[in-house]
Nanobody, 123 residues
Framework: QVQLVESGGGLVQAGGSLRLSCAAS????????MGWFRQAPGQERVFVAG????????YYADSVKGRFTISRDIAKNTVSLQMNSLKPEDTAVYYC????????????????WGQGTQVTVSS
Protein backbone atom coordinates (compact mmCIF):
# COMPACT_ATOMS: atom_id res chain seq x y z
CA GLN A 1 0.00 0.00 0.00
CA VAL A 2 1.20 3.48 -0.91
CA GLN A 3 -0.18 6.79 0.24
CA LEU A 4 0.30 9.98 -1.76
CA VAL A 5 -0.32 13.53 -0.58
CA GLU A 6 -0.10 16.53 -2.89
CA SER A 7 0.59 20.09 -1.88
CA GLY A 8 1.45 23.42 -3.45
CA GLY A 9 -1.64 24.19 -5.46
CA GLY A 10 -3.12 27.64 -5.55
CA LEU A 11 -4.04 30.67 -7.61
CA VAL A 12 -1.52 32.24 -9.95
CA GLN A 13 -1.68 34.74 -12.79
CA ALA A 14 -0.96 33.74 -16.36
CA GLY A 15 2.76 33.66 -16.99
CA GLY A 16 3.52 32.86 -13.39
CA SER A 17 4.97 29.78 -11.78
CA LEU A 18 3.89 27.22 -9.25
CA ARG A 19 5.55 24.18 -7.75
CA LEU A 20 3.59 21.12 -6.72
CA SER A 21 4.93 18.45 -4.41
CA CYS A 22 3.82 14.92 -3.68
CA ALA A 23 4.92 12.97 -0.64
CA ALA A 24 4.82 9.18 -0.80
CA SER A 25 4.64 6.90 2.19
CA UNK A 26 4.00 3.25 2.93
CA UNK A 27 5.41 0.60 0.59
CA UNK A 28 7.30 3.10 -1.52
CA UNK A 29 9.84 0.47 -2.59
CA UNK A 30 7.15 -0.97 -4.84
CA UNK A 31 6.94 2.19 -6.95
CA UNK A 32 8.45 2.00 -10.41
CA UNK A 33 7.40 5.45 -11.58
CA MET A 34 5.40 8.44 -10.46
CA GLY A 35 3.36 10.79 -12.53
CA TRP A 36 1.20 13.86 -12.53
CA PHE A 37 -2.24 14.01 -14.08
CA ARG A 38 -4.72 16.84 -14.28
CA GLN A 39 -8.45 17.12 -14.70
CA ALA A 40 -10.41 20.23 -15.57
CA PRO A 41 -14.14 20.45 -14.79
CA GLY A 42 -16.13 18.29 -17.17
CA GLN A 43 -12.97 16.95 -18.79
CA GLU A 44 -11.04 13.70 -18.74
CA ARG A 45 -8.15 13.18 -16.38
CA VAL A 46 -5.07 13.39 -18.59
CA PHE A 47 -1.40 12.64 -18.21
CA VAL A 48 0.93 15.57 -17.64
CA ALA A 49 4.36 14.21 -16.73
CA GLY A 50 6.00 11.09 -15.38
CA UNK A 51 9.34 10.03 -13.98
CA UNK A 52 10.96 6.65 -13.41
CA UNK A 53 11.93 6.42 -9.79
CA UNK A 54 15.30 4.75 -10.13
CA UNK A 55 16.70 6.03 -13.40
CA UNK A 56 15.01 9.42 -13.50
CA UNK A 57 13.76 9.08 -17.07
CA UNK A 58 11.03 11.63 -17.72
CA TYR A 59 8.19 11.95 -20.15
CA TYR A 60 5.90 14.91 -20.76
CA ALA A 61 2.66 15.60 -22.47
CA ASP A 62 3.14 17.78 -25.53
CA SER A 63 1.03 20.51 -23.97
CA VAL A 64 3.53 21.12 -21.16
CA LYS A 65 6.90 20.39 -22.75
CA GLY A 66 9.32 23.22 -22.17
CA ARG A 67 7.19 24.69 -19.40
CA PHE A 68 6.86 21.97 -16.77
CA THR A 69 9.61 19.96 -15.12
CA ILE A 70 9.10 16.82 -13.07
CA SER A 71 11.72 15.74 -10.56
CA ARG A 72 12.06 13.44 -7.60
CA ASP A 73 13.93 13.37 -4.32
CA ILE A 74 14.62 9.73 -3.58
CA ALA A 75 15.80 10.35 -0.03
CA LYS A 76 12.61 12.20 0.84
CA ASN A 77 10.24 10.03 -1.21
CA THR A 78 8.84 13.06 -2.95
CA VAL A 79 8.13 14.07 -6.50
CA SER A 80 7.68 17.64 -7.66
CA LEU A 81 6.22 19.41 -10.65
CA GLN A 82 7.68 22.81 -11.41
CA MET A 83 5.22 24.69 -13.59
CA ASN A 84 6.41 27.79 -15.41
CA SER A 85 4.78 30.08 -17.94
CA LEU A 86 1.38 28.99 -16.74
CA LYS A 87 -1.63 29.46 -18.97
CA PRO A 88 -5.33 29.61 -18.13
CA GLU A 89 -5.76 26.25 -19.86
CA ASP A 90 -3.50 24.73 -17.21
CA THR A 91 -6.27 25.27 -14.68
CA ALA A 92 -7.24 21.90 -13.25
CA VAL A 93 -7.06 19.63 -10.27
CA TYR A 94 -3.62 18.06 -10.33
CA TYR A 95 -3.17 14.51 -9.10
CA CYS A 96 -0.05 12.67 -8.08
CA UNK A 97 0.01 8.97 -8.95
CA UNK A 98 2.30 5.98 -8.56
CA UNK A 99 2.78 3.10 -10.99
CA UNK A 100 4.18 -0.23 -9.84
CA UNK A 101 4.84 -1.63 -13.29
CA UNK A 102 6.30 1.03 -15.54
CA UNK A 103 6.09 4.61 -16.68
CA UNK A 104 2.45 4.67 -17.55
CA UNK A 105 0.74 7.46 -19.45
CA UNK A 106 -2.86 6.45 -18.87
CA UNK A 107 -4.98 6.76 -15.77
CA UNK A 108 -5.81 3.06 -15.63
CA UNK A 109 -2.13 2.10 -15.51
CA UNK A 110 -1.53 3.79 -12.16
CA UNK A 111 -2.04 1.96 -8.91
CA UNK A 112 -2.12 4.71 -6.28
CA TRP A 113 -3.48 8.22 -6.29
CA GLY A 114 -3.35 11.33 -4.18
CA GLN A 115 -6.38 13.43 -3.35
CA GLY A 116 -5.58 16.16 -5.83
CA THR A 117 -4.66 19.81 -5.48
CA GLN A 118 -6.31 22.71 -7.27
CA VAL A 119 -4.31 24.89 -9.64
CA THR A 120 -6.05 27.97 -10.98
CA VAL A 121 -4.42 30.25 -13.54
CA SER A 122 -6.11 33.59 -14.08
CA SER A 123 -5.89 35.74 -17.19
Amino acid sequence: QVQLVESGGGLVQAGGSLRLSCAASGRTFSIYAMGWFRQAPGQERVFVAGIEWSGGYTYYADSVKGRFTISRDIAKNTVSLQMNSLKPEDTAVYYCAADRNGLGRKRVEYDYWGQGTQVTVSS
